[in-house]
């Protein structure tokens, strides 16, 4: 896993899994000034797999879990 550095680090992640245009789906929806708190906690991470992206807050709590992936 990695750190979460920035908001705009979160838009090309997002923008990465959406240019493979193979769908797109997911249960993180951008809130830049919650996320915004979030990094600045150090706790926000991301892990990339092929056409997926993991994010996870909070030591991991599975509510925190969140993604995005092609459909």
């Known amino acids: 896993m990695d750190k979460v550095e920035s908001i705009e680090q979160l838009k ?4 990465y899994v959406r240019s493979l245009r193979q769908g797109f789906v997911t249960n993180f929806y951008l809130d830049e000034e919650k996320h915004a708190a979030w990094i600045r906690t150090g706790e926000f991470q991301y892990d990339k797999w092929e056409d997926t992206v993991f994010l996870l807050f909070d030591h991991y709590a599975p509510d925190n879990a969140k ?4 459909g």
């Open 12 to 15: 090309e992640l997002i923008a």
């Open 67 to 70: 993604y995005f992936t092609n």
